[in-house]
């Protein structure tokens, strides 16, 4: 729900940026989003007992040390007046997606059974950004299950091989055959 929230603030707030401003707006979002893992930022930014103008200044001024464009504190002041700080690592993550998007740049992470080195990464990489014709930014996840998968999840692609499919796969063809 968030997510869904976040797409539409951050749609609305990118629509006439350029990519430079995008660029500087997704630092302060970090700011922001690595902010709120902090407690007392949450219960400040949360509490019903703090003045929105109150919690405006604090993160202005306080937290991004008045280095904000006049665009971006608008933004803030809107989030505030609609009672949605609290969506600031959801918004990070959208802005993050929709500045991959306009780069097409995007985030593939590749999980296995076992380490890789970068030679390894960069061939993977390097064919799948020239067979889907975008720029893959490959992340290597380390997991218990035996197989490769690789998720690029802003293109909605899922490639996967795994020994139990294959082993199930060649079962369900033997059984056929007869």
Known sequence: MKELIAKRYIKAFSKDAVKSELEKDLEFLSTLANAYQISKFKEIVESPYVDISKKVEFILQVILENKTTQRFSNFIKVLAEHKR??????????????????????????????????????????????????????????????????????????????????????????????
């Open 85 to 178: 700080l609290n969506l600031f690592q959801e918004l990070y993550a959208e802005l993050f997606s929709y500045i991959a998007f306009l780069n097409k740049e995007y985030v593939a992470n590749l999980r296995v059974s076992e380490k890789y080195d970068e030679v390894v990464l960069n061939d993977i990489q390097s064919q799948f950004s020239k067979k889907l014709g975008v720029n893959l930014i490959l992340k290597q996840e380390i997991v218990q299950e035996i197989g490769i998968k690789l998720i690029v999840e802003d293109l909605g692609i899922e490639i996967s091989f795994s020994q139990e499919k294959f082993i199930q796969d060649l079962r369900n063809h033997i059984i056929k055959a007869f």
